[in-house]
């Protein structure tokens, strides 16, 4: 009977610090945006290289695709 005392009083005690976790991080603003990181990264990859064509028109960057384009030159 005594290691029945000693399980509940582990496990009241346990789901207070979970509870503890839980309230410090959501006054912190960790739940606040739970959509749009599971858009975002469907649409990361587009977006990476839609910036690389228009904003590195001139610029070569050394890398090993630019050398099969520097020897063709």
Avoid: H, W
Avoid at 2 to 25: E, G, H, Q
Avoid at 60 to 72: L, V
């Amino acid at each position: 009977m005594d290691i029945l005392y000693l399980m509940i009083l582990c496990s009241v005690s346990l789901a207070a610090v979970f509870l503890v976790i839980f309230i410090v991080n959501a006054r912190k603003g960790q739940f606040e945006d739970d959509e749009s990181p599971a858009v975002r990264i469907l649409f990361d990859s587009g977006e990476i290289k839609d910036k690389k064509e228009t904003g590195n028109e001139n610029k070569k960057e050394k890398g090993d695709n630019n050398k099969f384009e520097e020897k063709s030159e």
